[in-house]
């Protein structure tokens, strides 16, 4: 078999098939041809082959294929005849040509001497020749992310636009052309899902109440972090977050009770970015390597497969709800990426396993739900908005009448967790000689409660959020 070089195309063909396409008679009988390019598709990083096939009444002594696309989309990396029919039959001569948006491909089956008369027998599908397209853009997603469209480009045969002079489709039989109908088809480039590394990691907030990551204003809590990895050991990570500005992160981090504790870290770094006025919001990086000094020992934190908890405890940082909190609303803590925390290089999220980055894997966010908290007057027992001699009677008649309450801290003048009479004398003593003042938030303004006691929750519409 003989293949010609794509820059003699042009002339040669126009040679070899000058007299052949310069007849537009068709075979008799009812002879006919069709060529058809198969629709495939391939991951948009890579390519496929696109069979051209024939259908055919008669013997094909030869063809010429001349096919466009969208260059936008698609490459055309070549046309051959490697497992075709055409190479098969023993195809003698062969000229394929490559343009930009599109290709031909020129087929003599008997060119050379002794001239044998070899053709490729009349047949449906005749596998004739191979377009080879790669995909210009990779779209790439996260298994588990939503799945990006594909993108479809039509492969349609043409004529008179390549080659000089211009060629067009055409199948040989019997010395004579016939020119086939077309069914043109489409190359796809579809999206390629990148698996996520198996580890996981979890911030959580928590709080010291029994409503989990539900918290009041001015209420400090937890900012934990938490890893699992089944089948890999991690020598380190960078931790990246954003969180409402609302919420105040310390920037102390607290090891206790950790793996990594047990282990032994030998670097950390902790950003607490918590200017809200220079446009990039709330941002928290912690960083840290268990192995970064002599003599490097190798130390990682341990698989977490045979966990019955199924997760390791990494390290905490403090959290305190601002009184710019809006109540009833969730203050998020979001795993985020491309922050500068308090310096100027951009970081992300990454685990480092056999010293490889991976920035691919399952990170869950967190939030701190501000919740309402209960205000009163200390020493306003009567619930009047004002602390005088009548709530001292209303301890009283409290203690010893039935008399109906509508806040047990409020009627606790000293603070003790108790409702008697001694919450009385102290009041008495206060107002008219002297006393000590009831704790806070005392007898002038409303406030929380900063005592923690047994009594009942007041049953009022009085809370710090309006």
């Known amino acids: 078999m003989r293949v010609i070089e794509q820059r003699s195309v042009p002339n040669i063909i126009a040679v070899c098939f000058a007299m052949v396409l310069s007849s537009s008679v068709s075979l008799a009988g009812g002879t006919g041809a069709s060529f058809t390019a198969e629709s495939v598709s391939a991951p948009s990083t890579g390519g496929s082959a696109v069979r051209v096939l024939v259908d055919s009444s008669a013997d094909v002594q030869g063809f010429v294929i001349s096919m466009s696309h969208d260059p936008a989309a698609i490459t055309l990396s070549g046309v051959d005849i490697t497992g075709t029919d055409t190479e098969l039959s023993g195809a003698e001569f062969v000229v394929p040509a490559v343009y930009a948006d599109g290709g031909t491909i020129g087929v003599v089956l008997d ?17 004739a020749a191979n377009y080879n397209y790669n995909c210009n853009s990779a ?38 052309s016939v ?23 979890w911030m959580e907030t928590e709080f010291d109440n ?48 950790s793996i990594v504790e047990e282990i032994g870290v030998e670097y950390l770094a902790v950003q607490i970015d918590d200017d809200a006025s220079d446009g990039d919001g709330c941002e928290l990086v912690v960083a840290f390597l268990l192995d970064a000094l002599p003599p490097f020992e190798g130390q990682t934190m341990p698989q977490t497969a045979d966990l019955n908890a199924g997760r390791l405890l990494i390290g905490c940082l403090s959290v305190t709800v601002d009184d710019s909190a809006e109540c009833d609303v969730a203050q998020e803590i979001n795993w985020c990426n491309g922050i500068n925390g308090t310096g100027s290089v951009n970081l992300y999220n990454n685990v480092v396993i056999e010293f490889q980055s991976i920035q691919i894997y399952e990170r869950n966010d967190t939030s701190v739900m501000v919740v309402p908290e209960e205000i009163f007057q200390r020493g306003d027992c ?64 409303d406030g929380a409660d900063p005592t923690d006691d047994s009594l009942p929750v007041c049953d009022s519409d009085d809370t710090n959020c309006g």
Not at 139 to 145: A, M, N, P, R, T
Not at 179 to 201: K, R
């Open 382 to 445: 009567n619930s009047d908005d004002q602390t005088d001699l009548a709530d001292a009677a209303s301890i009283l008649a409290n203690q010893f009448g039935n008399y109906e309450i509508l806040c047990s801290d409020a009627c606790d003048t000293n603070d003790d967790g108790l409702l008697n009479m001694a919450d009385s004398v102290f009041l008495l003593n206060w107002l008219f000689k002297f006393g000590i003042s009831p704790a806070a938030p005392g007898p002038y303004s």
């Open 139 to 176: 779209v790439l997603y996260f298994e588990g992310d939503p799945v990006p469209p594909s993108e479809t480009t039509a492969l349609t045969f043409i004529d008179g636009i390549y080659g000089s002079p211009a060629l067009s489709n055409v199948s040989v039989s019997g010395g004579l």
């Open 179 to 201: 020119w086939p109908a077309f069914n043109d088809g489409t190359f796809t480039c579809d999206p390629v899902a990148i698996p996520s590394e198996d580890t996981i990691l």
């Open 111 to 127: 060119f050379n001497a002794p001239y044998d008369g070899q053709v490729i027998p009349a047949s449906a599908e005749i596998h």
């Open 210 to 257: 029994s409503e989990g990551n539900a918290a009041f204003h001015g209420q400090t809590g937890s900012l934990c972090f938490y890893y699992a990895d089944a089948d890999d050991n991690i020598q380190g990570m960078t931790m990246t977050g954003c969180y409402d500005c609302d919420l105040t992160v310390g920037s102390d981090w607290d090891w206790n009770g």
